[in-house]
């Protein structure tokens, strides 16, 4: 498939030259262009403000015709990520019949982005961080943030 | 052998060889059953009526092509009533569940929302599918090749036709997908519709999307199912809804062979109802093992009744949890045995009797469980052992051709024989699901005597089937005369229990206690 590469290309030099604010896109290995480093900063007006967040994105054989497979490398309390070693994340444009071979990677590092301002507490993989985060606002931004200045990437 | 008509209609496919040549109906009493398409089986209506017998269910099995053509036909008629091409139809019923009235309604109510909801929202593009341009790059692919081949559906959302190909494809092959694919768009909801499938859909992958196409029709509808038998391509219509399954038990025979039920599609488990089976296959699941080695291993503290397992010493037992002091062989109370410490004999103690009564009691429950799940187990035992019997009979049967001279209609028997005893094994393996859960009522000693009735029936056939071949030429018309009497008695059985069915007249526990 030598047409897709052209699309990577393409996005990786778009997102690295021209990245949505607050994120840092490289290469994990200069050579292959297929996994990429997105580091992106807590925004603002989040309880993750100060910290830096390292997303591993890998894109599979086939893709665009297939999501990039999205990971937290960097440990972070949020109920849609999970809280264990793979760092997995729910992103409702990464699902099968949401993703389009039109979709881009930049549109994905900014729903990440989004999420960290708002998470979506209805569809969450950690379900005690989404209830802590409906029921007890407090405790919930201030653990965030203490995981945040912890594991600061 | 006036029987034999019964059972015609309760066979599995593969067992008419005898039944047809002794009864003299070609295949075609088997479509009796079936819900009549006006097919022209008119003329055996009549024998319809006194076939069905209460614990059977009318139902039609439908072949990929009558599906196909019910498809088209609906279509068909759709289209005119709400002005669309047969493509556009075709989306607006996928998208209404194939339900007719429903989509008409909706549509004059408000025809933008019903066709935004199914991914036909205003074409804002009248361009043709196809389409060479210059200039032109591709979103997808990112490729610029001057000039090249395009496509698009009606949301113009325009893409290189190999990247529309190899994402359909995708769609269709690893998604299992074909009804409802959307345009490659980022967000864009307008669905693929059938005639642009055929323009990009490979020829090696036509067959698994009209596959997949058709499948959405079955999968959509109440009243259709597929045949769950590996490899099977024919579905099921009947009526039996949900609602109902406490009352009836659907149990369909598929054209491949296949008996199951169309309400839970397990396998055929006539006469127990489908919440029982539930529960009584879940029941088995969890605890029959566990029910197996505590009543093996273990007795209850006569004083609080935990459950003890000696795990060695002597027969001086303390209960752990309530310190209760006493004999595991009589379970009478420690302090009366004086110093018979490992040698009880004092079985006649009033002490010990009280306790062992009350020790009976509490195992009562298990004991009865026990009971009902070593019958089932025993009889679904023997239907594993289905395909031995099998084996065995057509052995049996070449020999007997060889040995007596015997033509091979004339060694049939020994084939209606062996089927006759698989089936009336499954039934009465679920007699005893059925049993296990049925309240004590007046009915119930009437079950019991039917239950009685089969077994025997079934434990005798069994019996001269395994006679040496050399002896079963001589007894080809006992055996045949067995094998009337066990299907007659499976009939008898089912038609009762149906009939209590559906009248409500059988109670049934809600818990395991029976009590």
Not at chain 2, 502 to 515: E, I, T, V
Request: proline share 4%; hydrophobic share 35%; charged share 30%.
């Amino acid at each position: 498939m030598a047409a897709p590469n052209k699309r990577v290309l393409k996005e990786f030099s778009d997102c690295s030259t021209n990245p949505p604010p607050g994120c840092k896109v490289s290469l994990v290995d200069e050579a292959n262009f297929k996994e990429w480093n997105v580091l992106i900063d807590g925004p603002a007006n989040s309880p993750y403000a100060g910290g830096r967040f390292k997303v591993n994105f890998v894109l599979p054989d086939d893709y665009p015709f297939k999501p990039p497979v999205v990971t937290f490398k960097t440990k972070i309390y949020h109920c849609n990520v999970t809280n264990d070693a793979t760092g997995s994340v729910c992103i409702a444009m990464l699902k099968p019949d949401a993703w389009k071979p039109a979709s881009m990677c930049k549109q994905v590092i900014e729903a990440i982005r989004g999420l960290l301002i708002v998470p979506n507490v209805d569809d969450p993989l950690e379900l005690e961080i989404a209830t802590q985060y409906k029921e007890n606002r407090v405790e919930f931004d201030k653990k965030a943030k203490e995981w945040t200045k912890k594991y600061r990437a | 052998m006036e029987s034999e008509d019964d059972f015609n209609s309760a066979r599995s496919t593969d067992d008419e060889m005898m039944d047809d040549v002794e009864s003299g109906y070609s295949d075609d009493d088997f479509d009796d059953l079936e819900i009549g398409e006006e097919e022209g089986f008119d003329a055996h209506d009549k024998i319809t009526a006194t076939q069905k017998q209460s614990y059977e269910v009318e139902f039609k099995v439908w072949t990929p092509k009558d599906i196909d053509e019910a498809q088209l036909r609906l279509i068909n008629e759709v289209k005119d009533v709400l002005g669309q091409s047969p493509e556009a139809t075709a989306i607006l019923l996928r998208y209404s569940r194939w339900n007719r009235e429903k989509l008409i309604e909706q549509y004059m109510d408000n025809q933008a929302a019903v066709l935004e909801g199914a991914g036909l929202g205003e074409s804002n593009s009248t361009e043709a599918r196809v389409q060479t341009l210059t200039g032109f790059t591709c979103d997808i692919c990112c490729d610029d090749t001057s000039p090249m081949t395009t496509f698009a559906i009606k949301c113009g959302h325009r893409f290189c036709i190999d990247c529309y190909k190899t994402y359909v494809n995708a769609k269709v092959t690893d998604e299992a997908e074909a009804a409802r694919i959307k345009c490659p768009a980022d967000q864009c909801n307008r669905i693929v519709d059938n005639k642009s499938m055929e323009l990009l859909v490979p020829d090696n992958l036509t067959d698994r999307y009209h596959e997949l196409l058709v499948r959405t029709y079955v999968d959509d509808l109440e009243n259709l199912k597929w045949c769950p038998a590996p490899n099977c391509e024919f579905a099921i219509q009947c009526k039996v809804k949900a609602k109902e399954l406490k009352k009836v038990v659907p149990t369909v025979h598929c054209d491949c062979g296949h008996d199951f039920c169309f309400g839970c599609a397990y396998n055929d488990h006539l006469p127990a109802p489908c919440d029982l089976v539930k529960k009584w296959v879940k029941k088995c699941e969890d605890d029959s093992e566990t029910a197996n080695w505590i009543s093996a291993n273990t007795k209850e503290c006569p004083k609080c009744a935990s459950t003890i397992e000696k795990n060695g010493g002597c027969n001086h037992m303390t209960c752990r949890k309530c310190k209760h002091e006493f004999c595991w062989m009589c379970m009478g109370v420690w302090s009366e045995h004086g110093t018979s410490w490992y040698n009880c004999n004092r079985f006649e103690e009033k002490s010990g009797t009280e306790a062992r009564d009350a020790q009976a009691k509490s195992r009562q429950s298990l004991e009865r469980y026990l009971h009902y799940y070593n019958r089932y187990a025993n009889h679904e035992q023997s239907a594993k052992l289905d395909k031995d019997i099998y084996v065995k009979t057509e052995k049996k049967m070449t020999q007997l051709q060889n040995h007596a001279q015997l033509s091979w209609i004339e060694v049939q028997f020994l084939d209606s024989a062996s089927k006759a005893l698989q089936r009336c094994r499954q039934t009465l393996k679920w007699t005893y699901a059925f049993a296990f859960y049925l309240e004590r009522n007046n009915l119930t000693e009437i079950f019991e005597d039917n239950q009685k009735d089969l077994e025997m029936a079934v434990e005798n056939l069994s019996e001269l089937f395994e006679k040496p071949t050399d002896q079963l030429e001589k007894m080809k018309v006992e055996m045949m005369d067995k094998t009337a009497y066990c299907n007659k008695r499976r009939i008898i059985l089912l038609n009762d229990t149906a009939d209590n069915l559906r009248k409500s007249r059988h109670a049934f526990w809600s818990n395991d206690l029976g009590a």
